[in-house]
């Protein structure tokens, strides 16, 4: 069986929207992309880089995907890049017949039973980056197995949230905790059965 992991940057108010760059999420009016880049850290890095492990696949909402496919391929030479653009991607979408950036497959039209299979087969980690609408979809049917918050020190006041209003009630069991030196809290915890 798989693990599913997911990895976010996160304000302190719980906001996950734009973090990588300016102008990363304007079509939904937001205009604070790349708050979490003014704490960038090469803890974070490290990190980052340790979640993934050396192989991994992609679970992708669709606003990430598209959000992705726009920069990730121009970007060549990092090691980050270069596994992005390797890792097979399996992304949540009703417009399967528009996906370009791959290896890619579409979920299904059930995204939970498509998310069940791809889980049960062999394979490396699926990584979940973004994706706003599909990670309370995962927490819901008790899909993911980690979760890896880098905490910003930041208040943003609005955007998408992590855990949305009404999200089930669910219990984490903290498994490591790190301070970075430009404040980024690293919270690694486990998903409770």
């Known amino acids: 069986m798989r693990t599913i992991r997911i990895i976010e940057h996160i304000s302190l108010d719980g906001v996950i929207q734009g973090p990588g760059g300016p102008g990363e999420d304007p079509d939904n009016g937001f205009d604070l992309g790349g708050w979490s880049m003014r704490h960038a850290d090469p803890a974070v890095g490290e ?20 959000i992705w496919s726009g920069y990730w391929p121009t970007v060549e030479g990092t090691p980050l890049a270069d596994s992005l653009n390797r890792a097979r991607k399996y992304v ?43 990670t309370p979809v995962l927490l819901q049917h008790r899909l993911a197995d980690e979760v890896l918050l880098l905490v910003a020190p930041v208040l943003l006041g609005r955007g998408k949230r992590f855990f949305p209003e009404g999200a089930d009630a669910r219990d984490l069991a903290l498994v490591s905790s790190k301070a970075t030196p430009a404040g980024v809290i690293m919270n690694a915890y486990r998903c409770v059965p």
């Not at 049960?120 to 979940?128: A, F, N």
């Open 47 to 66: 990190a980052i880089a340790a979640a993934h492990g050396k192989v991994f696949d992609l679970l992708l909402g669709r606003r990430t995907y598209d």
């Open 92 to 134: 949540a979408t009703h417009r399967p017949d528009s996906l370009a950036w791959g290896p890619v497959e579409d979920l299904g039209a059930d995204i939970v039973a498509g998310i069940r299979g791809i889980k049960r087969k062999d394979g490396p980690d699926l990584i979940v980056w973004g994706s706003s609408t599909l």
